[in-house]
Every structure is written in structure tokens, then in C-alpha cells.
């Protein structure tokens, strides 16, 4: 759920999360971070040091190669995949080594979980999957492809000249009467926002989770479920839906706890938009092509270059079925049919990938979306990531803990709140 707004302790923990980074405004390689403050606060607390948080949450995927899969053309498939298998062979190598250790709790060996010579034997026990169904978990590449940048106090600042606001030049007769021309910067700023979700384990399931054969770290699983929850909250959030989870999403304000995501900061524009909407009926690509090529003119025009495109899964659709007409196919036994990847090329911009989002809005009518971005205007700003705390215990022996986030979402291309260079289509029929 949605939290607060940062208060001196946050500010405090953000602080010394970045320690010499300062505010220096450049992405950062946040995974990385993360593993490294991790291995901090393992080793401080080993040698008995306390600590301001139990301990930082890692990813279990690094989210750049996400980013890397969609934006680098010279990233293959085959490679991402590669490096997906060997980041999961990690993770499961460290749940095993959780589950070892587990069974040695409780003095069981692996060696003495056998199964019987057949089934007919009284011997056979049951014994339970290893593996959880987790039908929680989703694909989060809005998150991955925004960058990161640090941000040690509760306000984020950032300044911004606007396209006519760089002073003036003219031409003028051989002895001019000179007269300066000024800039007019602005300066922005956004607050903080934090996020959380809290859970609990009793010490009876605790206890009974380590003991079963195979053996569950409940607090474990609550917390990969929770840190979960806790992320797609943010990409609903960034997106600009509703913030509580649902199967048919709406595009929503911020509350008053919550950062404006895409949608809304984008169309805070009103005077000047660089998106379009699509007038009635609009739901074939050859109707979606001149809109998007308009949009991308604008923002070309106001100095931004449009390197990834985000839409929802029917309007995807839409520019699949629409491209299928061009695309023929020989005749064998064995052919793939469709197309997989959608990477459209646009004046200027040259290829442009476009990433369907399961968050974003398909309801039958003119819901359809299609967001065209320049990522290098559109930043997180982070106090601090994903933080696991484990809080005081209670009058009775349950385990409680929580998990937060502190970060704003800005654009830069921005200069005065209602001015988003950003583009897109709106309001496409699906």
C-alpha cells in the first residue's frame, strides 16, 4: 500500500544508504548498490554491530538486463536468456542452501529423504513439491528501464531551461545596438514518497515451516511475496493507474501519499501536448501510424528523442495483426507464424522498441494507450530501495517485519509542472 511522506528518519537512513554519493545526478547502477550495502549489513551485524534496517532486498533478477534486452539491439535473445538461467541458478543455489541448513536444524540429512522401491511399499511417504506455485509474480519493465539517481534528502530538485528560454540571437547591421538577452531557468522540485507493506509469521509456523520435510523459510516466502507486492506498486504507480491491484486498471491521479506516474504527468500538459488522441473508432495500425509519427515530430521538435514506446497488450496487439498483412511466408512442414518483437523506426529516432504492459488499461472502448518516451528525461528519484525491517516484538511470539521504499518519479523535460514533452497516442478503440 501507499505510505508517507519522508520524515527526518528516512532522510537519515537515505543519508547513510549513499554515503559519499551526495546528490550527484546521475543513474546509478542501483542493483549493484543494493547487493553491496547487503553484504555491509550482513557483516555489521555478524560482528554484533546494531543496525538502522535488518537488511537491504535484492533482486533476484538484476533489472539491467531487462533494460538491456529491450533498449541494446545487440543484446540476442539467446544471450538474455542465458544470463536469465544463470541469474535464477543462482538464486535457486541460495534457496537450497537455505533449505540445507534448514534440514540441519532439525537433524535430518538429505540423504535420509529416499523415496521406496515402488509404490506399493509402506514405506512410501509423501513427500511435497519443492517448488511454490507462485502465480504472484509479473513482469516489470517499466520499472527496470527508468533510471535511478540518488537522492539523499526528503525534496527532490532539479533545474530545467525550457526550449525558448536559452536567451536569443538575431542578425543584425555592422555596428549592432547590442542588448543582452537572459535565460529563464526553473527550478523544479518533488517530494519524497514512501511506500510499505508489513507481514507477519507466528513462531509456530516459523518453527513447524523449518521442520517439514521439504523444509519452507516462511519468512522467506513472506518476504519474496511481500518485496513483490511492493514492486508492482511501483510499476502500477509509475504507469499512473490505480494504485490497488485489479484486473481491468484505470489511469488514475496520485493520492496524497503517491507520486504522479506517466499518464498524469504527461497529460498535465493541456496548452501544448506532444501526445495525440485518437479520434472515435481509431483501432487499426494504419490508423495508429500517422498519430504516433505526429507525436514523435513534436518531440523532436522540442529536443527530445523518443527511445522506447509502452502500450497496452490490445493495442499491441492491434500493430501485430496490423503488420502480419505485410509479412509472407514460404511454404514447409515446419513454420513459426506471428511476430515477436515490435521495433518500429521513426524519423530521428531511429528504432524505437515498444514494450506491452500488463498494468495499463484494456477495457473495451477508446482505452487503448501507447506511450512514447525519452528515458533520458524520465528519472527515479531514490531516498532509498527496498529495505527490510524487522520491527519490535509483541505481546505474543509472532515475527513481524516490514518492507519500504522511498523515491519520487520525474520528468525533466518538465519545466513547470504542466509542460511534459513526452508523447504518445491516447484513447485508442480496443
Known amino acids: 500500500m501507499a505510505g508517507r511522506h519522508a520524515t527526518k528518519e528516512d532522510v537519515a537512513l537515505g543519508q547513510a544508504f549513499w554515503g559519499n554519493l551526495g546528490n550527484a545526478q546521475t543513474d546509478v547502477n542501483l542493483y549493484e548498490i543494493k547487493k553491496s550495502m547487503a553484504k555491509s549489513i550482513a557483516q555489521a551485524q555478524a560482528n554484533g554491530l546494531q543496525t538502522a534496517v535488518s537488511g537491504v532486498v535484492v533482486d533476484a533478477i538484476d533489472p539491467n538486463l531487462i533494460k538491456k534486452a529491450i533498449l541494446d539491439p545487440g543484446y540476442s535473445m539467446s544471450r538474455f536468456t542465458n544470463d536469465i538461467e544463470a541469474a535464477k541458478g543462482k538464486y535457486v543455489d541460495g534457496l537450497n542452501e537455505i533449505r540445507k541448513a534448514s534440514l540441519s536444524k532439525v537433524g535430518v540429512s538429505e540423504d535420509e529423504i529416499k523415496k521406496a522401491a515402488d509404490s506399493s ?8 513439491d519443492q517448488q511454490i506455485s ?27 531551461i525550457p526550449a525558448g528560454g536559452a536567451g536569443s540571437a538575431a542578425f543584425g547591421p555592422e555596428s549592432p545596438n ?9 527550478r523544479r522540485s518533488a517530494d519524497i514518497k514512501i511506500a510499505w507493506t508489513t507481514a507477519a509469521v507466528t513462531q509456530f509456523a516459523q518453527y513447524a515451516g523449518m521442520a517439514q520435510v521439504p523444509a519452507r523459510d516462511l519468512m522467506s516466502i513472506e518476504l519474496l511475496a511481500h518485496t513483490e507486492m511492493l514492486k508492482q506498486l ?7 493507474v490505480t494504485s490497488s491491484y485489479s484486473a481491468d486498471p484505470v489511469f488514475a ?3 496524497q501519499y ?18 495525440e488522441t485518437a479520434d472515435a473508432g481509431v483501432d487499426t495500425w494504419d490508423e495508429l501510424k500517422p498519430l504516433i509519427k505526429d507525436s514523435n515530430r513534436k518531440m523532436m521538435r522540442d529536443g527530445l528523442v523518443p527511445n522506447v514506446a509502452i502500450c497496452d497488450y490490445s493495442t499491441y496487439n492491434i500493430i501485430t495483426i496490423g503488420m502480419e498483412e505485410y509479412v509472407r ?11 515477436e518483437n515490435i521495433i518500429i523506426n521513426l524519423p530521428g529516432a531511429g528504432k524505437v522498441p515498444v514494450v506491452p504492459s500488463i498494468y495499463l488499461p484494456t477495457t473495451t ?33 509472532t515475527k513481524r517485519f516490514t518492507i519500504s521504499f522511498a523515491e519520487t518519479l520525474i520528468d525533466k523535460s518538465d519545466v513547470d509542472g504542466t509542460s511534459s514533452l513526452q508523447g504518445g497516442v491516447f484513447g485508442i478503440t480496443v
Not at 511501483?234 to 499512473?240: A, M, V, Y
Not at 503517491?258 to 501526445?275: A, K, S, V, W
Not at 511466408?329 to 511476430?339: A, C, E, F, L, M
Open 121 to 128: 511399499s509402506n514405506l512410501m511417504h509423501s513427500i511435497y
Open 134 to 160: 507462485s502465480l504472484f509474480m509479473r513482469p516489470l519493465p517499466v520499472q527496470a528501464l527508468i533510471g535511478k539517481e540518488p537522492n539523499p534528502g526528503a525534496i527532490a530538485l532539479w533545474d530545467a
Open 178 to 186: 547590442l542588448v543582452e538577452s537572459d535565460m529563464d531557468p526553473k
Open 234 to 240: 511501483r510499476e502500477r504507480r509509475t504507469l499512473g
Open 253 to 255: 491521479s496520485a493520492g
Open 258 to 275: 503517491e507520486y504522479p506516474g506517466l499518464y498524469e504527468l504527461i497529460h498535465n500538459n493541456t496548452d501544448d501536448p506532444n501526445y
Open 329 to 339: 511466408y514460404q511454404q514447409k512442414s515446419d513454420q513459426d507464424y506471428g511476430i
Open 365 to 397: 472502448g477508446a482505452n487503448g494507450s501507447f506511450f512514447l518516451l525519452d528515458l533520458n528525461y524520465l528519472k527515479y528519484r531514490v531516498l532509498y530501495p527496498e529495505v527490510f525491517t524487522e520491527l519490535a516484538p509483541s505481546t505474543n511470539p
